[in-house]
């Protein structure tokens, strides 16, 4: 009986215990090997330690602030996708004619593979492609340029390629918390004869405020930390390293220049800014609990 | 006549947005069933010749059917494992007293946002101390333990909903706590085991950057990496890489028709607390 009670202690230890195996294997010790990794160095296969010299070559390499600074720009989109998604959400959330239909298109992208998007818009945005045949075709020649190739618009072609993939989720998210507002606080809003925006800006903003919360920091850690993809398939970090974003780079370090404890480096100053992100992100997730 | 005006402009701008998002999907289908001639002399409109020679030529002599079934080998079973095991943490976590247990979740949860490229170097090395380099099973077990924080969380914040007292009665009854499991919690899991699974599916089908560093055996390729470098192979014949995209994103979209909202409650609740 007592070593039965005994077993019964440790019974959901056991439930536990495959995924702690796998998530140490996968996750936690490749994490502290990537810390610890970085302060070596390998000379002829010796592992040394370097102290800072990773980060400092790290730092002194111009591209660590080009794709740094692409991360933030991408960060742009955040309030972009939010202002969008919201003004979409509101129009549906009116039951206009067929709102059930145009909220299950918008939402196509999003489940998409990005290989799939990111081919097919490199052949849109292709110079002698779609987009700038509509735009000769309709008189405005001047504008058909080479919007993956050209060093100025790389990058705002990337990010608009990332905005149409990603646009739906939000929709669909804020639309699902607005269902959830109590109908009689617009009903009684409509008897003050409140504007549509005024209605926009008192009821629909502070009921969904949590959610927007949510959206933006989520979003945030997308654009720093899942846009390899895009990156890999459309421009190659390129022309000139103008879409170069952090996780390109150290993929670019370790596996297209083999310097390895390099790459680490930058993988912990980008783990240093996710976990910022993801601090935050458990903070409103448990306020919200 | 106000009235009308009001109607008409959110439904002209939606239907723009819907062009907007619908027209590089029908550029993808369409184009795949025209002659590289065809494409190049109209891309825009429905083919003259309607032809299915770029599927033919996708899977003939090129390795597509084989990729295909790479991706459906690698999604079936990381989904099917991940669901297990999350299955097993998530009842845990919701259902049963023991110390640690909330620190524990408290750890597995902000997992589920690591950046995978920061741990690429450190599994590759573990994989090859394990040897098995280029083998679909490093492959599962990565993509294992990407997707279960999110599973669990999803899991373990369905079963909380699950009322204590239907697993008190069937303790009363005598039932086993793996009894009461499988007879009572398994049933009512299921919708989030579907929930979860399909948003997994999703996951691992449209996997790139894994599968681009572990599986470099041409035999191994997934569809994903294979449509990669299909593009760079086939520049000269634009269709058959729109052939190919196609046959990439079918699957999706029958998931998309048939279990939509389930799909979309998973994506949501992956990233939202309810």
């Not at chain 1, 919360?213 to 654009?223: A, K, S, V």
Request: glycine letters at 6%; a positive charge; proline letters at 4%.
């Amino acid at each position: 009986m007592k070593s039965k009670n005994k077993m019964k202690k440790f019974t959901p230890y056991f439930y536990i215990l495959p995924t702690f195996i796998i998530l140490i294997i996968v996750i936690v010790i490749p994490i502290i090997y990537v810390i610890i990794q970085s302060f070596y160095s390998t000379f002829a296969n010796e592992n040394i330690f370097v102290g800072f010299r990773n980060y400092q070559i790290a730092f002194e390499d111009e591209l660590l602030f080009i794709a740094l600074k692409n991360n933030i720009k991408l960060f742009l989109c955040v309030p972009i996708l939010t202002v969008l998604s919201l003004a979409i959400a509101s129009v549906l959330y009116n039951k206009i004619k067929g709102w059930r239909f145009y909220r299950s298109v918008i939402f196509i992208p999003y489940i998409l593979a990005i290989p799939v998007v990111g081919i097919v818009f490199s052949y849109l945005l292709q110079y002698n492609g779609v987009i700038n045949s509509i735009l000769r075709g309709i008189g405005f020649s001047d504008l058909a340029m080479d919007w993956l190739g050209s060093p100025d618009l790389a990058f705002p072609s990337v990010a608009v390629v990332i905005m149409w993939k990603q646009i739906g989720f939000g929709v669909v998210l804020f639309l699902a918390r607005m269902m959830s507002i109590d109908r009689s606080l617009y009903e009684s809003a409509d008897v003050d004869g409140a504007t549509w925006f005024q209605k926009f800006l008192h009821i629909t903003i502070p009921q969904t405020k949590s959610i927007i919360e949510f959206y933006i920091i989520i979003t945030l850690i997308e654009m720093l930390s899942w846009v390899f993809n895009f990156i890999y398939v459309m421009t190659a970090g390129g022309p000139g390293n103008k879409t170069l974003v952090l996780e390109y780079l150290i993929y670019k370090k370790a596996f297209g220049g083999g310097d390895f404890n390099i790459a680490m480096a930058i993988s912990v100053i980008l783990l240093l800014i996710a976990s910022v992100l993801i601090i935050i992100h458990q903070i409103v997730m448990r306020k919200e609990e | 006549m106000k009235r009308k005006r009001r109607g008409m402009i959110p439904q002209l701008l939606m239907i723009l947005l819907v062009i907007v998002i619908i027209f590089p999907l029908y550029f993808m289908t369409i184009n795949s069933f025209k002659t590289h001639e065809e494409y190049v002399s109209n891309m825009i409109g429905i083919p003259h010749t309607f032809t299915v020679q770029n599927y033919i030529e996708a899977f003939q002599g090129k390795p597509f059917g084989q990729w295909f079934m790479n991706s459906m080998i690698l999604t079936v079973a990381a989904v099917l494992i991940t669901g297990i095991i999350a299955l097993l943490a998530g009842y845990a976590f919701a259902k049963m007293k023991f110390r640690g247990s909330r620190a524990l979740f408290n750890m597995i949860v902000p997992l589920m946002s690591v950046p995978p490229v920061v741990m690429i170097i450190p599994q590759f090395r573990i994989i090859k101390i394990f040897g098995l380099v280029n083998t679909r099973v490093s492959v599962i077990l990565i993509y294992v333990g990407i997707m279960l924080p999110m599973t669990i969380y999803l899991m373990r914040n369905f079963m909380k909903t699950v009322p204590d007292s239907l697993l008190d009665a069937a303790k009363i009854d005598g039932c086993s706590k793996r009894k009461a499991l499988t007879s009572i919690m398994v049933p009512l899991t299921v919708p989030a085991l579907i929930t979860s699974s399909l948003v997994n599916v999703v996951w691992v089908w449209n996997e790139l950057l894994i599968s681009l560093v572990f599986l470099q055996n041409e035999d191994l390729r997934t569809l994903m990496v294979g449509i990669t470098l299909f593009k760079g192979r086939f520049t000269l014949n634009i269709p058959v890489i729109m052939a190919g995209l196609v046959i990439a994103t079918v699957p999706i979209i029958i998931i998309y028709i048939f279990a939509q909202k389930y799909l979309v409650e998973g994506m949501l609740a992956g990233s939202v607390k309810e």
